[in-house]
T-cell receptor, first 113, second 113 residues
Framework: GESVGLHLPTLSVQEGDNSIINCAYS??????FIWYKQESGKGPQFIID?????DKRQGQRVTVLLNKTVKHLSLQIAATQPGDSAVYFC????????????FGKGTHLIIQP | EADIYQTPRYLVIGTGKKITLECSQT?????MYWYQQDPGMELHLIHY???????EKGDLSSESTVSRIRTEHFPLTLESARPSHTSQYLC????????????FGSGTQLSVL
């Protein structure tokens, strides 16, 4: 698998390997986080979410980890497939009644055969 | 699969033209949002609405305006388009709870010549 430091614009992985995409969020009051997948020419598509009272949440082939101490979020994709190729964005719902989600910079996941 | 639709999908117009980007959702969601996204970059919230007759400006200043006369419809208007308005515009909706995911449309790619 491939592990990267805080936000890289591009991550290239071999098909079948595990992918780890990292994200640093800005507001310690944020209490809800989402990962979105955006394929070329399409709108963002929900992948998985996590609330601040959790450290880990698993979905189908995906796991989100939340480290509130360092304000860090990661998305792990198991056994990466060609269809996983997309730009991945993390988003936070800031505290204080903020509306909408605040998005981080995306990471373009490239799958090599 | 989310039922939120944006038209047109692509729009190329000349400077000074008035345009309206359409967004409709059939989920009965109270909250709707407009995000602006430059290629490969994060999404920025430009407008949102809590419900009928409610409109608010988002984090990113925009010369566009919005209206919410019906729950399902949230159009965005530019009175006089300029090249600086060239971008992708994404519409989203949500039920209206604080911690929840947004459902996105496929976006309108606007090019102003």
């Amino acid at each position: 698998g491939e592990s990267v430091g805080l936000h890289l614009p591009t991550l290239s992985v071999q098909e079948g390997d595990n992918s780890i995409i990292n994200c640093a969020y800005s507001n310690s009051a944020s209490d809800y986080f989402i990962w979105y997948k955006q394929e070329s020419g399409k709108g963002p598509q929900f992948i998985i979410d996590i609330r601040s009272n959790m450290d880990k949440r698993q979905g189908q082939r995906v796991t989100v980890l939340l480290n509130k101490t360092v304000k860090h979020l990661s998305l792990q994709i198991a056994a990466t497939q060609p269809g996983d190729s997309a730009v991945y964005f993390c988003a936070e719902n800031k505290g204080g009644g903020a509306d909408g989600l605040t998005f981080g910079k995306g990471t373009h996941l490239i799958i090599q055969p | 699969e989310a039922d939120i639709y944006q038209t047109p999908r692509y729009l190329v117009i000349g400077t000074g033209k008035k345009i309206t980007l359409e967004c409709s959702q059939t989920m009965g969601h109270d909250k709707m949002y407009w995000y602006q996204q430059d290629p490969g970059m994060e999404l920025h919230l430009i407008h949102y609405s809590y419900g009928v007759n409610s409109t608010e400006k988002g984090d990113l200043s925009s010369e566009s305006t919005v209206s919410r006369i019906r729950t399902e419809h949230f159009p965005l208007t530019l009175e006089s388009a300029r090249p600086s308005h060239t971008s992708q515009y994404l519409c989203a909706s949500s039920v209206g709870l604080r911690r929840e995911k947004l459902f996105f449309g496929s976006g309108t790619q606007l090019s102003v010549l």
